[in-house]
């Protein structure tokens, strides 16, 4: 088990460029979640998946948005047309869903995130 | 309104020393609520989970506290270190299926020699 990965950690962008994010999950963790956090604040909710399903999707997260889970594992975030507002620190988290399969364990495991800086 | 607010808003104490946060919330229905340690530029790092019944949980010199009546929590801290420098978030999970989160600002503590 090797945590939570965000790929990449770091990305500058030009205003109007897309970008994607990438999160794997702790292997078996049927929720994922994304985030995005600003200096000094705490996080802010994105979105939501339960396995593939998106559950939840923040009004935050514009039609320039767009998260995928398409195999229930992985999840892609990406940003199109970024604009400087963007620049945030995006997290990804995972847990495991109450009684899932006879565990108990509702631990939400962070990321390291990816910082991503628009010019 | 669903709100978690932590106090103070940041810390500065000796190493050594003892340190109370504190977190009070007004979320429901109310499923759990968490303390992370976040340091600069690094994701969130969970210290403790307490559920509704759970008045105490410890994890090392990490204690929280949980009172569900006044809709308040604490996070002490024994015995600081200059590593215990960071944000310190109280979470709270809310709805049926636990699965809405509402963050803190976090209170910044820096240690100091």
């Known amino acids: 088990d090797t945590g939570v990965s965000q790929d990449p950690r770091h990305k500058i962008t030009k205003r109007g460029q897309n970008v994607t994010f990438r999160c794997d999950p702790i292997?078996?963790?049927?929720?994922l979640y994304w985030y995005r956090q600003t200096l000094g604040q705490g996080p802010e909710f994105l979105t939501y998946f339960q396995n593939e399903a998106q559950l939840e999707k923040s009004r935050l997260l514009s039609d320039r948005f767009s998260a995928e889970r398409p195999k229930g594992s992985f999840s892609t975030l990406e940003i199109q047309r970024t604009e400087q507002g963007d620049s945030a620190m995006y997290l990804c988290?995972?847990?495991?869903?109450?009684?899932?399969?006879?565990?108990?364990?509702?631990?939400?495991?962070f990321g390291e995130g990816s910082w991503l800086t628009v010019v | 309104k669903n709100q978690v607010e932590q106090s103070p808003q940041s810390l500065i104490i000796l190493e050594g020393k003892n340190c109370t946060l504190q977190c009070n919330y007004t979320v429901s229905p109310f499923s759990n609520l968490r303390w992370y340690k976040q340091d600069t530029g690094r994701g969130p790092v969970s210290l403790t989970i307490?559920?509704?019944s759970e008045n105490t949980k410890s994890n090392g010199r990490y204690t929280a506290t949980l009172d569900a009546d006044t809709k308040q929590s604490s996070l002490h801290i024994t015995a600081s270190q200059l590593s215990d420098s960071a944000s310190y978030i109280c979470v709270v999970t809310w709805g049926g299926g636990g699965n809405k989160l509402t963050f803190g600002t976090g209170t910044q503590l820096k240690v100091e020699l």
């Open positions: 988290a995972s847990s495991l869903a109450r009684l899932h399969r006879g565990k108990r364990g509702n631990t939400i495991y």
């Open positions: 307490m559920t509704f």
């Open positions: 292997s078996e963790h049927n929720r």
